[in-house]
């Protein structure tokens, strides 16, 4: 019996503490591993350096070489045992072989361990200095996330004095951030140059970037609220500078206001309008681009104040907008005025119409009834023509005193002497317009009904007598020779207007016929409309022998000028048929030869 044998109690109970303790390690070794490349855990470097000691610790005999000799030969010899035919029952060798088993899959279990130990002891020490510039950095990043959230929280200043403390706030923000600059500079080369390394921790890459995004929100949202804090200040300072400045021209205009008054003097009333109305605008652009700029820094206040300032600041706009109120009275004021002195300078330019209708009409009766040589058919002409003037002058005179007394109202007249003067005026040119027109009237009534006859006949013929002599000088004289269709279309028209003006002073003529007529006693002068009838007569007959040629001209070139346009077309089509009618084409050509030959022929007889 051999020692093994003699001792196998023995040397099983050493090989089972053993075979524990080896167990017991490579579950202490998978767990700190595992530790180790946790990824969902950052630990403190202090954490992490005593698990990369605890690791150190466990590694310092990863081999195990002697253990592990050691159970491979006891291995060895427990599976000798088991095979000894001699040796214990079968139970005993059931129990060995599992032991066998149980050491085999130990041995393998180290095996496997082995290469993901010795890797993670190459990461451990990368991982520390991860670690380590993890705690590094926290501090400035914890920094610059309480900017970044400094600079976004909500605030709503409600007046310019916490505005500024908000400013202060903001500057200060901004003096913590660009303090951290040499900080995180430094962080950000060490953690670029580290990223760089093998074996990095995973985190670290996460975390730089987290790093360089922090600090770049923070400086851009410090500037941006501080930005936006420093418009602000300037929106509430314009705010407070354009609500009180807005009171100057408003005041201004209700001062205006109260002086505003009617004038009488047409001429002077417009000056003081224009005058009111430059004033008005000047002061209405002014409280109109205030009010624009208050309404603007409102909208911009109004989003930082919040909604508990609103209630306080549509009051002080509202208040703004009630004062403004004055440039509508103002307006509709100096509108009523205006409308006023427009009535009031109508009446008066009829009034000085009248006046300067009566002053010569007076004149020229005077004249007219004195001359010594006018021909009593003249100063009859004369008295008449002026008697129809009257008929239209004086039914002008009832609306005009209607429109006066209504401009100028008792009240008007009490308080003011230039009213007094302007309604004396238009009395004077009333009662001086009256007189004339009965002057006239006199005079017109003193003509008797033969004398009015013979004037009527004797002013048509003398003013009839001119055109005749020119109408026969025109029908004498030879018509143009048109050289193209709108030639003769003008001449055409110009002798259908002449014959137009010979049917016009036939009328006239039979007027002057009727009115010599009419007379009572037959005048013994000469009939002058006898002896410029037939003259009309013979200009007449030329006039429209003249139009029926021309007309017969233009008829046939406009024929021949629509016969030309059809020969083209039909000459255009020929190269895309296959067999023209010839015939056809002979038949337009023929016709365009004798109308051509014909419109020849009329321009030579024009």
């Known amino acids: 019996m051999t020692f093994w044998q003699e001792n196998y109690g023995f040397v099983k109970e050493v090989y089972d503490f053993r075979l524990a303790k080896y167990q017991e390690w490579m579950d202490n070794l998978e767990a700190i591993v595992s530790k180790v490349l946790c990824q969902n855990v950052q630990y403190t470097y202090k954490e992490f350096k005593i698990i990369q000691d605890s690791l150190a610790s466990l590694c310092r005999d990863l081999e195990k070489e002697g253990m592990k000799e050691w159970l491979d030969m006891m291995l060895e010899k427990v599976a000798m045992r088991a095979a000894d035919e001699g040796g214990p029952s079968s139970r005993d060798k059931e129990l060995r072989n599992a032991e066998k088993k149980k050491l085999q899959a130990l041995i393998e279990r180290h095996d496997k361990l082995m290469p993901g ?40 200043p409600h007046n310019m004095n916490m505005v500024d403390e908000q400013i202060e706030k903001a500057e200060k923000v901004i003096t913590t951030v660009e303090n951290s600059k040499e900080q995180y500079e430094e962080l950000l080369k060490r953690g670029q140059k580290l990223v760089k390394c093998n074996n990095v921790a995973p985190f670290l890459a996460g975390l730089l970037e987290k790093l360089e995004k922090t600090w770049v929100e923070a400086n851009e949202r410090s500037k941006a609220r501080l930005e936006m804090l420093s418009n602000s200040a300037k929106d509430w300072e314009t705010y407070d500078e354009m609500r009180n400045a807005i009171n100057e021209p408003i005041e201004k205009l209700e001062n205006d206001y109260k002086k505003y008054r009617k004038f009488y003097d047409p001429v002077m009333f417009a000056k003081k309008l224009a005058s009111k109305k430059q004033v008005l605008e000047e002061c209405k652009k002014q409280c109109e681009d205030m009010h624009a700029a208050i309404k603007k820094c409102y909208e911009t206040i109004i989003v930082l104040a919040g909604d508990e300032k609103k209630e306080f600041l549509d009051k002080e706009v509202a208040e703004v907008e009630e004062k403004m109120q004055i440039i509508g009275k103002c307006e509709k004021k100096l509108a009523s005025m205006t409308e006023y002195n427009d009535k009031l300078t109508d009446a008066v330019n009829r009034c000085k119409a009248l006046s300067e209708w009566a002053t010569p009409a007076n004149s020229k009766l005077k004249e007219v009834c004195t001359s010594d040589t006018l021909t009593p058919e003249n100063r009859v002409k004369e008295i ?88 026969e000088t025109n029908t004498k004289t030879p018509l143009p020779k048109p050289a193209t269709l709108e030639d003769a279309l003008g001449i055409l028209e110009n002798l259908q207007g002449f014959d137009a003006t010979c049917v016009e002073n036939k009328g006239k003529l039979e007027e002057a016929a009727n009115a010599r007529a009419s007379m009572e006693k037959p005048s013994n002068t000469e ?14 007959k030329v006039t429209e022998e003249r139009i029926a040629k021309i007309q017969t001209l233009v008829s046939t070139w406009q024929e021949l000028k629509a016969t030309t346009e059809d020969l083209a077309v039909k000459m255009s089509e020929v190269p895309k048929q296959d067999e023209p009618n010839i015939e056809e084409l002979e038949k337009v050509f023929t016709s365009m030869k004798d109308l051509f030959a014909k419109k020849k022929e009329l321009v030579g007889s024009v």
């Open 117 to 156: 130990t010795i890797e993670t002891q190459e990461k451990v020490e990368m991982y520390a200095r991860c670690y380590a510039y993890g705690d590094d950095m926290k501090p400035t990043l914890k920094t610059l996330e309480e900017m970044r959230h400094l600079s976004s929280k909500d605030i709503h």
């Open 384 to 471: 008449l023509l002026l008697q129809e003037e009257a008929h239209k002058q004086r039914p002008l005179l009832e609306p005009l005193g209607v429109d006066f007394k209504a401009l100028l109202t008792e009240e008007d007249l009490e308080k003011s002497e230039t009213a007094k003067s302007t309604l004396v005026e238009f009395e004077d040119t009333k009662k001086f317009v009256n007189e004339v027109c009965d002057e006239i009237e006199r005079e017109a009534t003193s003509i008797s009904t033969d004398d009015r006859l013979y004037a009527d006949y004797y002013c048509i013929v003398k003013e009839a007598m001119p055109w005749v002599e020119q109408a």
């Open 527 to 540: 009939n002058l409309v006898e002896k410029l009838t037939p003259r009309w007569q013979e200009v007449k």
